[in-house]
């Protein structure tokens, strides 16, 4: 259980796809002065270093984060994911990848705070390490909790004003995981129905994540569903071929976005013929006029590889 870290993972195609949302969310939080809070249930370290042994052992930001920095033109959500990533890399190099916790505390109010659960014994130390080099704010806005996130989030919700933005980033090494996040969330709706939960997966051949997605489907409430495949699966099985974020309670805007932004990124991170999203939408989360499925856009073709060293239109560049 204890063996991932997320630093040999940092900035792939799949903490695109995730974090490109979860920027979007954050900004549509921040239109209205309220304060809410983020949850993070697995916060990982909080921020890579992509030059370190760890992170170029397989270089999976070569074919993620790099891809994006060679493009000309991108769509509106993924240039604003940029922004924030060079934020972190104000000479214009991407040696580090922000994660999740740090992008919230990037977008984060002075009012609203973070929750953090991490359970690695070592990763939570170099998450409370990495806090402590923060500034003041950041450390007050922050509270680390060192239990199981799963079963954590209970304890904070509904949270007080009732604002809130969970993200739930199991690695799955643990088949289990999928019924836990699954469980999680149906009974932190029951507690909590109007927040937003982003809940990442992989794209693999397990019953359990096809019967985790099925069930977060049923759900009667408002989703998004985006997924995306950069590749065919590998023949052994092993590796990340693709990944999806399931969004309950979504912004009304991320469907447009992620419209415009889904085709584009299967031309960007694509590395075969089988590169393809998918984009689905539950009935009630339309306009009750147009209520209709989007789905399956198969067979999307990638464009040639950009140069990894080219800039990009926010001036960030690979290391
Ligand atoms: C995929 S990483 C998180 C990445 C992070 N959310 C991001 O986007 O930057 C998953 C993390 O969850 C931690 N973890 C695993 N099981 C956990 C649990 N039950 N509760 C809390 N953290 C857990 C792992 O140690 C790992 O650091």
């Not at 900035?11 to 900004?27: E, P, R, S």
């Not at 997605?213 to 590998?234: F, G």
């Not at 990638?302 to 926010?314: E, F, H, L, V």
């Amino acid at each position: 259980m204890f063996s991932y870290r997320h630093a040999f993972h940092a900035g792939n195609h799949a903490d695109v796809l995730k974090h490109a949302i979860f920027v979007h969310i954050l900004d549509y939080y921040n239109h209205k002065e309220t304060p809410y809070w983020v949850i993070d249930t697995h916060a990982g370290a909080g921020i890579y270093d992509l030059t370190s042994d760890w992170a170029t052992q397989n270089g999976e930001f070569t074919e993620g984060l790099d891809r994006l920095l060679g493009a000309e033109s991108m769509p509106a959500l993924i240039e604003r994911y940029l922004q924030c990533v060079q934020h972190f890399n104000p000479d214009g190099v991407a040696n580090f990848y922000p994660g999740s916790p740090w992008l919230a505390l990037h977008l984060l109010r002075e009012t609203d705070r973070l929750h953090l659960f991490e359970m690695h014994p070592s990763e939570i130390n170099v998450l409370r390490d990495n806090l402590a080099q923060q500034g003041r704010r950041a450390i007050e806005q922050t509270t680390l909790h060192e239990v199981d996130g799963f079963t954590g989030l209970k304890s904070l919700l509904p949270p007080q004003p009732r604002r809130s933005i969970v993200l739930i980033d199991p690695s799955y090494e643990n088949k289990n995981d999928y019924r836990a996040a699954l469980l999680s969330i149906k009974e932190n709706l029951a507690r909590f129905s109007t927040g937003c939960y982003a809940i990442w997966h992989p794209l693999v051949q397990r019953l359990e994540a096809q019967e985790m997605v099925r069930s977060l489907e049923n759900l009667d409430v408002k989703w998004i569903h985006a997924s995306l495949a950069v590749s065919k699966p590998a023949d052994d099985g092993y590796g990340l071929h693709g990944s999806g974020m399931f969004v309950i309670n979504p912004p009304w805007t991320l469907h447009k976005a992620l419209n415009e932004a889904m085709p584009w990124l299967v031309k960007i991170l694509g590395q075969d013929e089988r590169a393809a999203y998918t984009l689905t939408l539950s009935p009630s989360a339309e306009a009750p006029a147009v209520a209709k499925r989007v789905k399956k856009n198969r067979h999307i073709k990638r464009a040639g590889k950009p140069s990894p060293k080219t800039s990009t239109d926010s001036g960030l560049k690979t290391p």
